[in-house]
């Protein structure tokens, strides 16, 4: 069967080769195989990714439309109070309006004014 050892070398050769291609198949196999964890492993985490995305825009916009009625609440309690000041005032000013002159009536309505002003960025301060 083997006439010299030329055909051992080549038999052995035939061998080394045969054992070689085996593991680069196997190598191979387990490669695509991280590969394919890998992808799924990033599929996953986009998913999730998108799923806070979502939640985090759904809070955003519940958020925006709390402050939003906030504000509303807040300019409406400000124009109320400025109202119910303006009457007080209005109503003390007129039990005694023969012994207080115009210039004191301009200076209490300059007052309410303020007053409303810092009312107003009191409740804004509130709303942030």
């Known amino acids: 069967m083997f006439e010299t050892s030329q055909d051992i070398l080549y038999v052995v050769i035939s061998f080394c080769v045969l ?33 806070l995305s979502e939640a985090i825009s759904y ?7 709390m402050s939003g009625l906030l504000s509303m609440v807040t300019e409406g309690a400000g124009g109320l109070a400025k ?6 005032t209005n109503a003390w ?5 023969a012994s207080v002159s115009k210039a004191a009536k301009e200076a ?12 107003k960025k009191a409740a804004k301060k509130m709303k942030k």
């Open 19 to 51: 054992w070689a291609t085996v593991f680069l198949c196997w190598m191979l196999y387990y490669v695509v195989r991280i590969l394919k964890n890998a992808n799924q492993i990033i599929e996953e985490f986009r998913v999730r990714l998108q799923t």
């Open 83 to 88: 109202r119910f000041i303006q009457k007080k």
């Open 108 to 119: 209490v309505d300059k007052a309410v004014d303020e007053t409303s002003r810092k009312m």
């Open 59 to 65: 809070i955003r916009g519940k958020v925006e439309h």
């Open 93 to 97: 000013m007129d039990r005694g309006a």
